[in-house]
């Protein structure tokens, strides 16, 4: 396997956030360096093992559905070369395939949730309540169950090392304004079902996903962050799907399980990944990345 790239050493740029898998540098007043690293997360906690060739596959794939979707939303993509951003050699080279430059955008303080299935923290809240983030659905519906309609599911963006938290959509509103909240809820939805209609095709069921949105200076919503990823949804694959049971996945899947055979009480530091385990999970993102985008 390639090298992993777990943290970045670029010393011509500030560092302006260090996030579970994203490292953010400042390029200047108009633009962002974001560099996918091939971090890995599970229950909150980074581990202290990469997976390689990850980062690559979130960039690409994110790249990839943020032109393919342009026609619906305008995205945060900057022509800036990375030559111009980053001059050294050296430092251009560790990052490469994982960098991206972006314009600054003021992002919005809430995630945007969209559910097509029944798992997750909507499959609890369903069967303590019968609905999902106040949103009343039929009885009798099974774990992973496609559900009626497409659902919409805000939440707040948590601080580092407190979870996000789900909220209805009138607390979106008095968060972001009424307009904003209603352009936020329509354009989510009409992204994930394109996005859905096009993975089904290719033998992927997406499942949900969480789209993050900024303003430009004209106020105009614009697509930020990562896109359809295998870190932001749930990617199933069509032919294993079965509802009823918890699907197999293209994400951290082989790493959760691992964890859970561990006596590991999910705070970090995390443990050690075997490399067993580390080829799987990179087999598992690189064959999402095939099946959407080739």
Known sequence: MSKALH??????????????????????DSHMLIVTTDRISAFDVVMPTAIPGKGEVLNQVT???????????????????????LPDAEERAE?????TIVRKLKALPVEAIVRGYLIGSGWKDYQQTGAVCGIELPPGL??????????????????????????????SEALIGADIAAQVRDTSLQLYR??????????????????EFGLDDNGSLTLIDEVLTPDSSRFWPVEQYQPGSSPVSFDKQFVRDYLETL??????????????????TAEKYQQAKALLTT
């Open 7 to 28: 943290t970045t050493h670029i010393k011509s740029l500030p560092l302006l956030h260090k996030g579970k898998v994203r490292d953010i540098y400042d390029i200047d």
């Open 63 to 85: 790249r990839f559905w943020m032109e393919k979707l342009a026609h619906i939303i305008p995205n945060h993509l900057s022509n800036m070369p990375l030559e111009q951003a």
């Open 95 to 99: 990052v490469e395939n994982h960098a």
């Open 142 to 171: 099974r774990l992973a169950d496609r559900l009626p309609e497409v659902i919409y599911t805000p939440s707040t963006k948590a601080s580092v090392g407190t979870h996000d938290e789900n909220i209805d959509f009138a607390a």
């Open 194 to 211: 394109e996005a859905a209609d096009y993975a089904q095709e290719r033998g992927i069921i997406i499942a949900d996903t969480k789209f």
């Open 263 to 280: 006596d590991w009480n999910k705070t970090a530091p995390g443990p050690q990944l075997p490399d067993e385990i580390v080829k799987k």
